[in-house]
T-cell receptor, first 116, second 113 residues
Framework: DGGITQSPKYLFRKEGQNVTLSCEQNLNHDAMYWYRQDPGQGLRLIYYSQIVNDFQKGDIAEGYSVSREKKESFPLTVTSAQKNPTAFYLC???????????????FGEGSRLTVL | GEDVEQSLFLSVREGDSSVINCTYT??????LYWYKQEPGAGLQLLTYIFSNMDMKQDQRLTVLLNKKDKHLSLRIADTQTGDSAIYFC?????????????FGRGTSLIVHP
């Protein structure tokens, strides 16, 4: 089945450690996104990539890094510079091509990161 | 930047209609969306409306768009306990070739017997 897979679903990290969240899609979508979700704050865009080997900062990129070496993969690294990393992280993808494009995002199931 | 506002909570009785409201500021919005999020999961698109439409109906869902007032609503008829979730309003402006949506903070719908 086609979809987006995020792993791990739950992750615990000590302060000062970097951690990488995986996001893989087999939908052949060009664009991929990382959002952070905090209670009552909705979704905030961290980084996005509209094509392989290119990515752009979103609204809250500080303390995060990404790479887009393959079309299917868009990993997110939460670095020790991120001051408040405990959150629910959502990866999404969309197909940016064609007149039929409605901009629909397809989301993974999310990764919950807790910093101890 | 662009802004999307919606109330945080709505409580309804099973069988009643639910109406979730949203306002947005981007006058160039191309598409407006309603996403649903079950607990501990990602978001799924419920429905969307193109900005030149006033209304869209899909089974129990009715979307109304008032472009003049920049107001979007989602009506769920005969609300069931399985409809309990967080509902996100979102808009995107495709005029620049990019569809990156702006999301509201989400409305938690609580359906009680």
């Amino acid at each position: 089945d086609g979809g987006i897979t995020q792993s791990p679903k739950y992750l615990f990290r000590k302060e000062g450690q970097n951690v990488t969240l995986s996001c893989e899609q087999n939908l052949n979508h060009d664009a991929m996104y990382w959002y952070r979700q905090d209670p009552g704050q909705g979704l905030r865009l961290i980084y996005y990539s509209q094509i392989v080997n290119d990515f752009q900062k979103g609204d809250i990129a500080e303390g995060y890094s990404v790479s887009r070496e393959k079309k299917e993969s868009f990993p997110l690294t939460v670095t020790s510079a991120q001051k408040n990393p405990t959150a629910f992280y959502l990866c999404a993808s969309s197909d940016g091509r064609g007149n039929a494009n409605t901009g629909e995002l397809f989301f993974g199931e999310g990764s919950r990161l807790t910093v101890l | 930047g662009e802004d999307v506002e919606q109330s945080l909570f709505l409580s309804v009785r099973e069988g009643d209609s639910s109406v979730i409201n949203c306002t947005y500021t981007d006058s160039s919005s191309t598409y407006l969306y309603w996403y649903k999020q079950e607990p501990g999961a990602g978001l799924q698109l419920l429905t969307y409306i193109f900005s030149n439409m006033d209304m869209k109906q899909d089974q129990r869902l009715t979307v109304l768009l008032n472009k003049k007032d920049k107001h979007l609503s989602l009506r769920i008829a005969d609300t069931q306990t399985g409809d309990s979730a967080i509902y996100f309003c979102a808009e995107s402006d495709a005029s620049g070739g990019s569809y990156i949506p702006t999301f509201g903070r989400g409305t938690s719908l609580i359906v009680h017997p």
